[in-house]
Nanobody, 120 residues
Framework: QVQVVESGGGLVQAGGSLRLSCAASGSIFSIRTMTWHRQAPGKQRELVAVIDNTRITNYADSVKGRFTISIDHAKLTGYLQMNSLKPEDTAVYYC??????????????WGQGTQVTVSS
């Protein structure tokens, strides 16, 4: 099995920063792609940021210039650095890891989410 655990969420004032972590463990041994998503109450899940194992990144327009996604492959851990936070960033943030396990060449796995609340 593969476990994906997000952490680092919390309450922050507008303009502040948070760094979310996404730790993968279990049978996974390499990450090919990591994505961060968020879901605000009553709204659909939104793709926030993408990174692949060549370090190509993409961001939602709403977070470009403010968020940075990265992966430490040796640790099987990714990060989402969030700066200049806005109240509109308030959501549960989810990490999805796509990679190889001992049993499958390619699969994707979700974390449980971490709450980010930005006050104005």
């Amino acid at each position: 099995q593969v476990q994906v655990v997000e952490s680092g969420g919390g309450l922050v004032q507008a303009g502040g920063s948070l760094r979310l972590s996404c730790a993968a463990s279990g049978s996974i041994f390499s990450i090919r792609t990591m994505t961060w998503h968020r879901q605000a109450p009553g709204k659909q899940r939104e793709l926030v940021a993408v990174i692949d194992n060549t370090r190509i990144t993409n961001y939602a327009d709403s977070v470009k210039g403010r968020f940075t996604i990265s992966i430490d492959h040796a640790k099987l851990t990714g990060y989402l650095q969030m700066n200049s936070l806005k109240p509109e960033d308030t959501a549960v943030y989810y990490c999805n890891v796509e990679g190889s396990t001992y049993y499958s060449d390619k699969g994707d796995y979700w974390g449980q989410g971490t709450q980010v609340t930005v006050s104005s």
